[in-house]
């Protein structure tokens, strides 16, 4: 048309499918009851909790978005924070329950969209301890095991995949008595931190961490699995005074790692991808008072 400021006349318009708005609202009572009680320098703990987490849509698949069911957890745990040789040594040790209801799943299609899903019910339980050190004045060592036992205790339609003539197929696949997703059954740690202070000039601060992963399944069909794995991560720093300059150096392993198979005969999707940040407890000097 002579005169119109459209660049593409002869280009149709785009078309738009128009899907109908969807509203939901959910509404959760989130309870924490603690009691605590103190036998000389031992703090001996039960905490029970309920925990919300939103339901949402799977916005990648506006034809059925859901909705998704919010996810609620609900949690006990037991436990003791022990200070021994007048504070300079702590051990942490806990017990925990975790129940989940309609825990929030994602999972992979092959078109490679991802969708959100509810697993009807889980459960976690496990044990952690971690003992703290104040080896001299500025130097704490600390440490970390937690064995962490995760199934899905109700979860038969998990939208996962099985191998075809050519690539992978969907399939519906029965879940129930698998382990959760990224989740490790066994992690550790270890910690040296060092601070030397250097009067008027500032501070001198330093620490190695050292992660360990037992290895994980990354979705709920438990084929594609995280092989065991390390992390070891240096850190120097040099702060003023007056906290107006601080200068850090990060040192860590490389960030890469290789996914493998976690099963036979099913064509798993071999990719590199970056290493989740070690979880590395850090102690104060000196020790923090205990309190849960």
């Known amino acids: 048309m002579p005169g119109s400021l459209d660049p593409y006349p002869d280009v149709p318009p785009f078309f738009f499918i128009s899907y109908p708005t969807q509203t939901h609202e959910w509404k959760q009572f989130t309870p924490k009851v603690s009691v605590d009680y103190r036998i000389d320098d031992t703090l001996l703990y039960a905490t029970y909790s309920k925990g919300f987490k939103a339901g949402t849509f799977n916005i990648n698949s506006p034809s059925s978005p859901g909705p998704v069911n919010p996810e609620v957890l609900t949690a006990y745990e037991v436990g003791s924070k022990s200070d021994f040789f007048d504070g300079r040594v702590r051990i942490n040790a806990a017990a925990y329950l975790y129940n989940y209801k309609d825990l929030q799943v994602t999972s992979v299609l092959n078109s490679g969209n991802t969708k959100l899903e509810n697993a009807a019910k889980a459960r976690i339980y496990g044990l952690d301890l971690s003992p703290t ?33 050519v690539g992978n197929n969907p399939a519906d696949i029965y879940a129930t008595g698998h382990q959760l997703s990224h989740a490790p059954e066994w992690t550790s740690n270890a910690s040296l931190d060092y601070t030397h202070s250097i009067g008027s000039a500032g501070s001198i601060h330093g620490t190695v961490n050292w992660y360990r992963n037992g290895g994980f399944f990354w979705d709920a069909q438990n084929v594609l699995k995280q092989n065991a794995y390390d992390v070891l991560n240096v ?45 590395v407890r850090r102690a104060t000097h000196p020790l923090d008072p205990l309190s849960v």
């Open 133 to 165: 050190v104040l080896i001299a004045s500025g130097l704490i060592f600390s440490a970390g095991v937690e064995y962490n036992h995760s199934r899905y205790t109700d979860f038969p339609h998990f939208a996962g995949e099985l191998p075809g003539a």
């Open 235 to 279: 850190n120097v720093a040099y702060s003023m005074a007056d906290d107006r300059l601080d200068l850090r150096f990060v040192g860590y392993e490389p960030d890469e790692y290789l996914l493998r198979d976690g099963r036979a005969g099913v064509r798993a999707r071999h990719d590199r991808v970056r290493r989740p940040p070690a979880d």
